[in-house]
Each structure stands twice: as C-alpha cells, then as structure tokens.
C-alpha cells in the first residue's frame, strides 16, 4: 500500500500490474513473455527500440522558469518549454501511464557518496527497466527498504504527444524540468534518452551547484593508481580505448572530476556494437550475455548468432550491461586525479596526426572544439567526410555555456600539471576512401607509449597546419605514420586537405573567440603559415 500510495502521489492511479525492482531474470522473462525481445546465441537479450533508434536532439526540451531562465545555454541544444506546458503534458503521461503495466526501479547516479542522485526511474516496457538496471548504480537490498528519491523519470514510448495540445515539435519528446526534478520522455524507445537525460542533469548540477567538472569521457586506472581520462564523441574509441586490459576500468562515458578525484556517473556501460568481434574488443565482447540488451542488432539467417556487421536498422546497435560484467572494473568506481588526458577524434580527412602533444592553450582550443568528422556513406546525402564540432566532446549534453566546462578543465589542468594529447583514430594515407584507417593496434600502442612514459625522451616535431607536437618515433607503431603528411602519395593534395580541416576550425571557433584569451587563441591552427 506504502508502494501505491507512492505512485498516486507522483500521479499515477494504476490499474494495471505494477512491477518494483523485478530481477534481472525477472525483467528479461517478462519481455519474453510480451514478445518484446529474443534470446541470442550468447544469452544476452536482444530488443528493437522501434521508430526511434538514436537520440532526438531537437525534440529535446527544458523547462524555463525562475531557475533556469538566466543560467541555461538557451539555443540550437537547449529548447525552452513553459511550466505551463510541462504540466498538462505530465498529467497526459501520468494518466497514460495509469493505464497500462509498469515497472519502477530505483537507482542513483554518481559513484562518489557526497555526490550521490537518487533517481526513481518508471517505465513501460520491461527491457527498458533492464536498461535502467544495468547502466545506472543500484542500491544494496537495504538501501532500498528506506530509499527516497530526489529525480523521478517517466518513460512512456507508447504516449504520442499531439502538438497542438502538448506543445511539443512532434510525437516524440523529451523534456527536463529543473525545478521540479523531473524527467518526462514519451513517443521513443530508445533507451539513451533516459542515460542522456540524466547526463544532462549531472551536468547542470555538478558545475553549476559544486564546482564539479562533468564529462563527456571514459577513465581507467593503471597498476601503479594512475588515472587516464579519454574525452570523444560517439564513435571515436572511448568504450574500446579504456577497455583495456592491463587497466581497471573506472567507466566509458560519463564522470565527474573534483578537487581530488575521478569518478563515475554510472554503474554500466553502452557501448556501439558495430563490427563488434572477440578479435578486436574482447572485453566488450564477453561482455554481451546473460544480463546484456543489445538493441537494434540482427543475425545472420536461420540463426541466433548476432551479425554485427549488419547495419540493416542502424549503425548505432548497442549493448548494455553493468560495469562489473567487465572483468577488471574497478568498485568503487573511482580515480585519483588523472595524469594523462587523451582527446580521442575520428579524422576522416587523414590530415591529423595519430599522436600529438599538446600544450595547455591547445588542450583549451581542441576541448572547446571538439572535433570529429562523419564518414561518407553513413549518412544520407553525405558523399564525402563532414566535420562535426561538438563543443567540450558534449555539446548536445550541455545545458550551460561552454566555457563554464573551459574554465574547470583549464584551471585544473594548470593546478595538477597534466599531460594532454589529441589521439587520431580515423584515417592516415590519405582521405576516407583512398586512405586507410589508423589500426586499432597502433593507437593502443601509443596509448601505452603514453601510460608507460616511454615519450618523454623522444624528440617532436611541430605540425605546419595544426602546430601540434608530433614524436617522430613510438614503439609499435611504423615511424613513418607519426607524420600524416608522409603517409600521402600526393602532397599537395594533403596540404589542400589539412588547409580546409584548419579553416573550418577556424570558423567554428568564431563564436567562442570572445570568452578565449590570448593562450587560447594561440592553440589553434597555423592558417597562413608556410607549408613546408
């Protein structure tokens, strides 16, 4: 009755079955049983998420009112929504959601106890109650007899708003209310709007409120306690580069960085499964079984073995599963202040150095930039590589300015003399489609360079486009791809390609020359320098 009681009080008078905290095995037999996923060779659970296979950045909504009018970055990411709005749409949720069976889970978020969020998650579906489950921290059996919760989101993919009654863009939305602490997300299955949304929140709260850097990055710690911290965007090797195994893995995606430590925002991992294979990313891979969604995969006819390689439905498939299913996760997931920061971006220009070193100016310039590039071919309409800057490796994420998130980084990298490098994981020899892709085995063989000091007595030389400081030479990696330049059978054509990379840098980073001081500025690209 205590449970119920609850529920009426968010809004919700159930008359249908109420589901709490069911099990893992629970939460996968109950999607089985309302034919919502499948079982793969491998044990893991495999579901579709529908319409929706991927974010939906612009129906992506924050309520403006007394407390976020003045402090959030209002614009293309953050899309305000009226209190008035936001409470007709929640009644619609609630009543919906009071109609049909539902599953609550409590979880929290932030690994560090004084930084701790208690969230109450309440969902539609099953497997997304499974996803909750594995990618957030979960409370001791204790923990939960008296857990009360400070966010509460609502996760509805069968409610369609109608625009014209609910205000929103279309169907599907996703909306934050700061003042309220609530989350309401409708109209998408896709489960990364419930990960991203919470994201956005620690986001706010953490720079904002306690002066707390929060990250777009995966973290991992070496044998000797040492903390190396991998910022990118989606696609650029964070999950795969901070899975390695001669690292305890702290988590691959999102962390917050205080005065003394590193830590984890979560308890799992949702790591993008194309091309997945025991060969390249065995952590990953053993990590897909009994416990695991995979989303949106497909398998090789007649069978249930996963074709990872078939990007049928998208090429964003992902797998889900608790941290702990990778065998050296460290608990509590926590670091000391990290020694090495690795700027991780997938160059499909070829122009990009697959190491450099940067100085503090050029780690500011690189994390507000923010840069990767989409690949031809995975796009409609995309014939040849686009550069994609997201500002601080998280723009859509960021609901206040940019250089709030500059500002932490900068300082704490003067007070803590860290080591910064831009790593290229995209291609070398040339362009995307002439070139070829930098092997995973090169950049790990960097990494490690890194991690186990084994640059700090090698010379480098400067890039003429980029100014950035390339060693010219690093154990398990060929000496002549350390130069990008060296790699092209066409030099010319290289200098027309680092040229225009440089220029569209320099015109991204137009909007943010008036926050950036003159150490900044000083870390962008040579344009109009020699050639040489």
């Not at 499964?273 to 390249?280: A, D, T, V, W």
């Not at 897909?288 to 069978?303: A, D, Q, W, Y």
């Not at 998280?394 to 990298?413: M, N, S, V």
């Not at 990008?484 to 440089?502: C, G, I, V």
């Amino acid at each position: 009755m205590e449970y119920l009681e609850s529920l009426r009080n968010i809004g919700i008078t159930s008359n249908k079955e109420v589901y709490w905290n069911l099990s893992e095995p629970q939460l996968i037999s109950q999607t089985l049983k309302k034919g919502q996923g499948i079982i793969t060779r491998s044990g893991a659970l495999a579901c579709d998420t529908g319409e929706f296979t991927g974010r939906s950045p612009k129906d992506k909504y924050i309520v403006m009112d007394g407390k976020t009018k003045d402090s959030i970055w209002w614009g293309d990411i953050n899309h305000p929504f009226s209190p008035e709005d936001f409470e007709r749409l929640y009644d619609s949720v609630t009543a919906h959601l009071s109609g049909t069976d539902i599953y609550v889970r409590d979880v929290y978020a932030c690994a560090k106890p004084e930084y701790r969020l208690n969230i109450k998650v309440i969902t539609e579906t099953p497997w997304s109650n499974l996803f909750v489950n594995n990618l957030f921290l979960r409370p001791t059996e204790q923990e939960l007899e008296t857990f009360q919760h400070e966010w509460l989101i609502l996760n509805a993919p069968d409610f369609k708003a109608i625009s014209e009654i609910h205000k929103t863009r279309q169907h599907n939305f996703t909306i934050i209310n700061f003042t309220r602490k609530i989350i309401l997300i409708g109209g998408s299955g896709y489960t990364g709007e419930i990960k991203k949304g919470v994201f956005t929140v620690l986001n706010y709260i953490l720079p904002f409120e306690k002066n707390v850097l929060s990250m777009h990055c995966s973290a991992n710690i070496g044998a000797n306690g040492d903390t190396s911290v991998f910022f990118g965007l989606s696609g650029t090797g964070k999950t795969t580069l901070s899975a390695d195994p001669s690292r305890k893995l702290i988590g691959d995606d999102e962390h917050g960085w205080d005065d003394e430590s590193v830590f984890n925002f979560e308890g799992g991992c949702y790591a993008k499964c194309i091309g997945l294979s025991k060969e390249k990313e065995p952590q990953i891979f053993s990590a897909v079984r009994s416990g695991t969604l995979l989303e949106n995969v497909r398998f090789f006819e007649g069978t249930d073995i996963v074709d990872y390689d078939n990007v049928s439905v998208t090429e964003n498939t992902r797998a889900a599963y608790p941290i702990d299913f990778i065998n050296n996760a460290v608990h509590p997931s926590i670091g000391k202040t990290p020694n090495n920061i690795f700027f991780l971006t997938c160059d499909a220009f070829g122009v990009l150095p697959p190491i450099s070193k940067l100085s503090v100016g050029q780690a500011m310039y690189h994390f507000i930039s923010g840069y990767t590039a989409k690949v031809a071919g995975t796009e409609a309409g995309i014939t040849e590589p686009q550069t994609t800057f997201s500002a601080c490796f998280g723009k859509p994420f960021l609901p206040l300015h940019p250089t709030q998130y500059a500002e932490l980084l900068g300082k704490k990298l003067k007070e803590n003399n860290i080591k910064v490098w831009l790593i290229n994981t995209g291609w070398s020899k040339g362009a995307y489609g002439t070139g070829e892709r930098i092997k995973l085995s090169y950049t790990r063989a960097m990494i490690s360079a890194v991690l186990e000091n084994k640059l700090e007595n090698v010379d480098f030389v400067r890039d003429a486009v980029f100014g950035l400081q390339m060693p010219v030479e690093c154990e398990g990696v060929p000496s002549e791809i350390l130069n990008p330049k060296n790699t092209w059978d066409d030099q010319s054509a290289y200098d027309e390609k680092a040229l225009h990379l440089a220029a569209q840098f320099v015109q991204n980073f137009k909007s943010f020359e008036s926050f950036a001081d003159e150490e900044i500025l000083s870390g962008g690209p040579l344009v109009g320098n020699e050639i040489k």
